[in-house]
């Protein structure tokens, strides 16, 4: 009877291991209209910023 709890506990935890991998790899969840549109216009204000400051232009400096 001893066997079997022997190969019970690694069968569990495989079993827990693969629920929990499930679980993680699940894609996110589609966001509303609202969301969807927040999140386009934060991408878009992004793009318009420039990569670097007005002051430092295009190029760090040298050290």
Do not use: F, I
């Amino acid at each position: 009877m001893a066997w079997m709890l022997w190969l019970a506990v690694p069968a569990a935890l495989t079993a827990l291991a693969a629920v929990g991998s499930w679980l993680c790899a699940r894609p996110k969840r589609t966001p509303n209209t609202d969301e969807a549109m927040r999140a386009h216009a934060d991408y878009l204000d992004a793009l318009a910023q420039t990569a670097r400051s007005k002051d430092r232009g295009p190029y760090a400096p040298r050290d």
